[in-house]
């Protein structure tokens, strides 16, 4: 993947991909609209100020926006109880012009997360999270797809990254990024290698990984050393850390300096993975809009 004459990895850059992704969703809803249509609809429900949520749901907002998709607040104190996220859930999940129902996360500790998303519609579920949806995407069936995951084989796609038969190494196995990232590679006929953790000579092994995907969730984990020469690195960690200028900076699980010099494709952070899941959450509500009116294809 590295040409002999490339010094440093070509960047995957998520701006131009996102940005291609919206403006085909917005003009198809704009072809919809045209026919007489209603708008694709997305509620939101944000609990507590955790700032870094706070962003996240403008940019979210920003893009039903640019989109044409109404999207729909529902906001509530960190101490609100269990039973009027569920009610607000409830009344959702029976509201015909909402196609969507995201649920920002992190929640307060007192909140049981788990009940919480069980409670969304699996049909409303643009976050890809419900058992229903996880069990078709590991069935290899369409459905609402977690959109990391779906971000990530967007971007492999876009910058023409071989996956069939290549060796694809995977650290991180939650649900919301590493098992369904696994299984999505596998479909397109990699071999998929899931590492954590507790994984023997972790190093060695991502050192033989043609695709390496890193959603470990400890910053600047991964350095050069764990880089097959050539190899595209996709990674999916933000942390905000302190550098030594006493400046606080935004880093991934990779050292990108280091295995920059590596690496044939890398994704940095910020710019990268981040930029390509609101793109998809756009996505998912837009095939959800879809199946609910009967216009998919």
Not at 36 to 63: D, F, M, Q, T, W
Not at 163 to 192: E, F
Not at 219 to 241: E, F, L, N, Q, R
Request: hydrophobic share 40%.
């Amino acid at each position: 993947m590295i040409s002999q004459n490339q010094e440093v990895a070509k960047l995957i850059d998520g701006k131009p991909v996102s940005k291609k992704i919206k403006d085909e969703l917005t003009e198809k809803v704009s072809k919809y609209l045209a026919a007489g249509h209603r708008n694709p609809g997305l509620a939101v429900i944000l609990i507590g100020e955790n700032p870094a949520s706070e962003i996240y749901v403008k940019n979210k907002i920003l893009a039903c926006k640019q989109i044409g998709i109404e999207s729909h607040m529902h906001r509530f104190p960190g101490d609100v109880q269990t039973k009027t996220v569920l009610d607000c859930i409830k009344e959702l999940n029976a509201n015909e012009k909402i196609d969507g129902i995201l649920v920002q996360l992190p929640l307060p500790s007192h909140l049981p997360t788990e009940e919480i998303l069980l409670a969304v519609s699996h049909h409303k579920d643009v976050d890809g999270l419900h058992p229903y949806n996880l069990g078709f995407l590991f069935a290899g069936k369409p459905a609402l797809q977690p959109c990391t995951p779906r971000g990530i084989m967007a971007l492999l796609e876009a910058y023409e990254v071989p996956i069939k038969g290549k060796h694809a190494v995977v650290i991180g196995r939650s649900n919301l990024v590493g098992k369904p990232i696994a299984a999505l590679l596998l479909q397109k006929d990699a071999t998929v290698t899931s590492c954590h953790s507790k994984s023997v000579d972790l190093e060695g092994i991502c050192r033989t990984a043609d695709i390496l995907v890193v959603a470990a969730g400890r910053a600047k984990m991964v350095g050069a050393s764990w880089i097959k020469p050539g190899a595209c690195v996709i990674d999916v960690g933000t942390h905000h850390i302190q550098g030594d200028d006493g400046e606080k900076h935004i880093c991934g699980d990779v050292k990108f300096e280091e295995v920059q010099k590596v690496a044939g494709l890398i994704t940095p952070v910020p710019g990268g993975v981040g930029k390509m899941t609101v793109a998809m959450l756009m996505a998912n509500t837009i095939f959800a809009y879809e199946q609910t009116l009967g216009l998919a294809h």
